[in-house]
C-alpha cells in the first residue's frame, strides 16, 4: 500500500468511525445567518434542534418565547438590536461582521411548576445563543456563555465555557453539524476545550448547566422566584474550508 493510499485509508475509517458515534439532541435556541458569499440576509434566532432540521414555528411552540432580547458585541461596544417573531424564528435585524457577535437570549421565558410531595417546586429555563464570524478571541456575556479563545489551528477552535463570569469545568457540549452528526466533549479544569471542525458549513454547540439554587428575576408583573434554573446556551461556528458538507435531514415538522 502506497503512503497516498494509507493516508486515504486512515482518512476514511477516521470520518467512518466520526460517523458511528451517536446523536441524542433536545430542543436548544441558535443563530444563523447566511454564510459569506451567499445571499446577503441578516440573523434569526431558532428554537428547535438544529441537527434534525427542526425548527418550531408560530402558531406552536415557538409562542413559548415572549419577547427575547438581542446584542450586537463589537470593537465599537454593545448595540441592542430589534428582534421580532416571524412565523418560523425571530428575525433579528443585523449581522454579524468578521470580529463581531451577535447574541440573544428569552429572559422572561414562563416559570414551570411541579409538585414533589407537599411542596410545589418552580424552574426557572432560560435559553441563550451567540453567534460568531471567525474564531477570534470574545469576552463573555451571557450567564452560561460558550465563547472563542483565539486560539485556532490545524487540531480545531479552541472555546471557553463560562457561568456568571467564571471559567465553567466539565461543561458538558454537544458540537452538531446540519447533517445531524454530533459529539460529545467536556471542558477541563479552565472550562476550555478544542473542536474539530472537518467539514464545511455551520456547527453549533450546545451547553446546558443547572444551577439548584433559588433566586429572583425581575418581570413586568413583578419579581418572580424560582427555587432551580437550568440555564442552555449555544455557539454557531461557520467553517469555511474543509471537507464538503454531508447532506441535512429532510425538514422536521414543527411541534404543534
Known sequence: MT??????????????????????????????????????????FFFGEFGGNLREASPGLLDKFPQPVAFKLSAKGEQALVISKTPVGFAIAARAAKGESIVAEEPAYPISERKEGDKTLRSLYHPAARLVTDSGKQDPKLTLDLV????????????????????????????????????????????????????????????????????????????ETYDRASYVTSLTLMQPAGIAALPSPAPAAPNK
Open 148 to 223: 472563542p479563545t483565539g486560539n485556532a489551528g490545524k487540531d480545531g477552535v479552541e472555546v471557553q465555557a463560562f457561568y456568571k463570569g467564571q471559567p465553567l469545568p466539565k461543561a458538558k457540549v454537544e458540537v452538531i453539524t446540519a447533517s445531524g452528526w454530533s459529539q460529545t466533549r467536556y471542558s477541563n479544569a479552565e472550562g476550555k476545550l478544542k473542536v474539530s471542525m472537518p467539514w464545511r458549513g455551520t456547527y453549533v454547540l450546545e451547553m446546558s448547566h443547572s444551577d439548584k439554587n433559588g433566586g429572583e428575576r425581575t418581570a413586568a408583573g413583578g419579581p
Open 3 to 44: 503512503n497516498r493510499h494509507l493516508r486515504t485509508f486512515k482518512s476514511m475509517a477516521f470520518f467512518t468511525g466520526m460517523l458511528l458515534l451517536g446523536s441524542a439532541q433536545a430542543h436548544h435556541v441558535w443563530i444563523e445567518q447566511p454564510a459569506p458569499g451567499q445571499k446577503a440576509g441578516n440573523a434569526t
